[in-house]
């Protein structure tokens, strides 16, 4: 952005106007009452076994939980993050929460408790297919596990496998075996390797070879219980000439405590395979002290396996106490592209580390990063963001786009980017920008008949449009107003 | 319709303009002349409702109504339209959309209905190529990467569609050349009729010559000096803001 002049926040009356703008409301901070089967708080070698056991886990993955829990005690949590917070103690939280009613699973939505439905109703994501999304597949986790997933029949009618990791672990452990960790592997990093050892649930598709999923899939994640991590696991495998469409989303209720999640999601492209995976997170992002809210530490990594692959990251994250998060693409085939649009607000007191990482390693590889952070209140937002051209990737090319966006003059944003090119034939280019919601532009729009508010939504919206427009006409539309509620109040 | 007695405005406790008294009736064009410096873009902001001015003492109103009291969404809903001498850039915001979202506000604003797309759309393609406008313009980020010319025909553009009681067009003719200059006139002398009024901020004459006001004040150091017709105008530009001090 050009020709914008700063604007001068400190002054005492912007800085009363600012608090009386962000004063949202967190819509889904509800509890849902409902008995739970908690395993006991802390983390051991018992504590993994518990977990195998509650999934009738095969040996193998025991197995394989258990090592990367021996290697997880030899880590430390990583710190060079542009974030801080209290130390996390890891014994403090409990690993396992499931409704009780899920014990003895239910075989039909029918025998799902209705209080765990009208959660997901009230949260706008209806499990009954009757009255779902047209055309959108659902996997819907609640604290440790899946409850429902919804067009099963549908989807496996195209070949495509979409349900519970753990349900996948039983019935496709080829499938599991094969890809589980081998896009991130358990020794990957610290939050990667708790996640190898204690992670619960999640969704896994398969798209098989030449088929175009029929339908969106989607999974949406609710952390209910008190003092508990959520650990998911996502494992997306597209086929040669595949094509999926996946969208994710998250909410917690209001609490005062802080929760973990670390989340792990692997993608794989095979040659002609193209994986568009969209978030819209809204994890409870603590009060306006900073009270509580999620932490959320993930890592996410894609891999273009094959020539011509493309895999693209489309996240809208408003929600959080702390994010880390840096979903990636490693470009192995020639000709594979990847891409990340993040839209990424921090309010309150809320702090997000969040980028990308782009690997080239194939031929002709093609990477773009858009970036789009903005800052409130007292948010801090780093952007990180790595672009890695290998000597093996002729011609590789990477666009990065990486715009901040600050409204007030409590908040902050930093650049963090790492560009290694060892390849003389690669062409990278990088586009920074910083620039204030300036009251001219609020004062233009107001004359023109907008309330200030409508202003302030207008100006972020146009700010955000390279990235909205990458997504799902639905996300769209929900992650254009999740970020109007998220601004509420940023400007007086 | 617009009505200004005595009005003395400060910004940050500092009086820019000292006892202004000024009356538009409907219909007519009046123009503002003054040297750099004189407060006359204090004077369009603060008619607009800027908060950065404050009016210490006299009266504003507009039709009637008293201005010191509505905000600046609600001034322009009553009929208040300000074309700006730097046009604001928003990136990402489509010029037609930005348009349609400012008429509905209005139109809320005011109690009546939403506008109708097609309708919309069929009048903003006509005030466009009346306007000499690009087609592309409409689709473009409002006033990103536009020419100096291009911003100024782009508020005569956002003047014809929100069809306003009264524009103020604070130094319109600035930065544009005679083609341009001619295009922006001619707009609003389309626009010009028995109801609407226009205030015509400007430093020089050259607008006057394309745009004829009805009245011509001379305003200096926070004070309307001399009221007349064109040829105070024609004054000015012989004799310069000296003979007026």
């Not at chain 1, 908040?411 to 980017?417: V, Y």
């Not at chain 1, 309330?451 to 919206?461: R, S, T, W």
């Not at chain 2, 009637?64 to 509505?70: A, Q, T, V």
């Not at chain 2, 730097?86 to 939403?114: C, D, M, S, W």
Request: aromatic share 8%; glycine share 8%; hydrophobic share 35%.
């Amino acid at each position: 952005m050009t020709n914008l002049n700063p604007v001068d926040a400190t002054n005492d009356q912007q800085a009363d106007d600012i608090d009386n703008y962000v004063s949202a409301d967190y819509e889904h901070g509800f509890v849902t009452n409902i008995e739970t089967e908690y395993a006991p708080p802390g983390l051991n070698e018992d504590i993994v076994h518990f977990i195998s056991n509650k999934k009738n886990e095969p040996e193998w993955m025991l197995e394989y939980r258990l090592k990367a829990f021996r290697y997880w005690q030899t880590l430390k949590e990583p710190t060079w993050a542009h974030v801080s917070y209290p130390p996390i103690d890891y014994q403090a939280i409990c690993y396992y929460a499931a409704p009780k009613s899920m014990e003895d699973k239910p075989k039909s939505l029918d025998e799902v408790d209705p209080e765990l439905l009208k959660t997901y109703e009230k949260l706008g994501i209806p499990l009954h297919e009757r009255a779902a999304l047209a055309g959108v597949a659902v996997d819907a986790v609640f604290d440790s596990v899946s409850v429902a997933t919804t067009f099963r029949d549908t989807l496996e009618k195209a070949g495509v496998i979409f349900m519970p990791i753990s349900e996948a672990i039983q019935k496709h452990p080829e499938l599991i075996q094969k890809h589980l960790g081998s896009v991130v592997p358990h020794t990957d990093n610290f939050y990667a390797a708790l996640n190898a050892a204690v992670f619960s649930d999640g969704s896994f598709c398969y798209i098989p070879k030449g088929t175009r999923c029929p339908m969106e899939l989607s999974t949406y994640f609710r952390i209910n219980a008190l003092n508990t991590g959520q650990f998911e696991r996502t494992l997306i495998v597209a086929e040669e000439g595949a094509y999926v469409s996946y969208l994710e989303g998250c909410t917690a209720p209001m609490r005062d405590e802080n929760q973990l999640h670390a989340a792990v999601v692997e993608l794989v492209a095979e040659q002609d395979a193209e994986i568009k995976y969209s978030t819209v997170q809204n994890w409870y992002p603590g009060d306006d002290n900073g009270k509580g809210g999620i932490y959320n530490f993930v890592t996410k990594r894609g891999i273009c396996r094959g020539a011509r692959a493309k895999i693209s990251w489309t996240q809208v994250e408003t929600g959080s106490a702390i994010t880390w998060k840096y979903p990636s693409v490693v470009l192995q085939g020639d000709n594979s592209v990847g891409e990340f649009y993040s839209v990424a607000v921090t309010s309150k007191k809320q702090q997000a580390d969040t980028g990308t990482k782009m690997i080239h390693l194939g031929k002709n590889t093609k990477s773009t990063i858009i970036s789009k952070g903005i800052s409130a209140k007292h948010g801090q937002q780093s952007y990180r963001g790595q672009v890695l051209i290998q000597p093996k990737a002729d011609g590789a090319r990477n666009f990065t786009q990486c715009d901040s966006l600050l409204i007030g003059g409590d908040c902050g944003a930093h650049t963090f980017p790492y560009i290694d090119v060892k390849n003389q034939s690669a062409r990278v280019e990088h586009e920074a920008s910083t620039s204030k919601v300036n009251e001219e532009q609020i004062f233009y729009c107001q004359q023109r008949g907008l309330k200030e508010e409508d202003a302030v939504n207008l100006i972020v919206n146009g700010f955000c449009k390279d990235v909205f427009r990458q997504l799902p006409m639905e996300f769209a539309v929900e992650a254009q107003a999740l970020l109007n509620v998220s601004l509420e109040g940023a400007v007086g | 319709m617009l009505e200004i007695k005595d009005a003395v405005i400060s910004v940050e406790d500092t009086p820019i303009i000292k006892g202004l008294n000024l009356s538009i009736p409907a219909g007519e064009v009046h123009a503002l002349m003054g040297p750099n410096g004189a407060g006359k873009s204090t004077l369009s902001k603060f008619i607009a409702g800027h908060e950065d001015y404050t009016l210490e003492s006299g009266t504003i109103s507009f039709n009637g109504e008293d201005l010191s009291d509505m905000d600046i969404h609600e001034r322009a809903a009553a009929g208040l339209f300000l074309g700006f001498q730097y046009p604001v850039e928003i990136p990402g915001v489509a010029n037609h959309y930005f348009l349609k979202t400012a008429i509905n506000a209005q139109r809320k604003e005011r109690g009546e209905e939403e506008l109708d797309t097609a309708a919309f759309l069929k009048e903003l393609k006509k005030e466009m190529s009346e306007l000499k406008m690009d087609p592309q313009f409409k689709s473009r980020p409002v006033n990103v990467g536009f020419s100096g010319g291009e911003k100024k025909r782009n508020e005569i553009l956002q003047l014809a569609l929100l069809k306003p009681k009264m524009a103020i067009l604070d130094e319109s003719d600035s930065g544009l050349d005679i083609d341009a200059l001619q295009v922006v006139a001619e707009g609003v002398n389309r626009l010009r009729n028995q109801e609407r009024s226009f205030l015509l901020i400007t430093h020089y004459q050259r607008l006057l010559n394309h745009i004829k006001p009805d009245v011509v004040h001379i305003f200096a150091d926070g004070v309307i000096v001399k009221s007349g017709g064109f040829e105070l105008a024609q004054q000015l530009e012989a004799e310069g803001y000296k003979a007026f001090a």
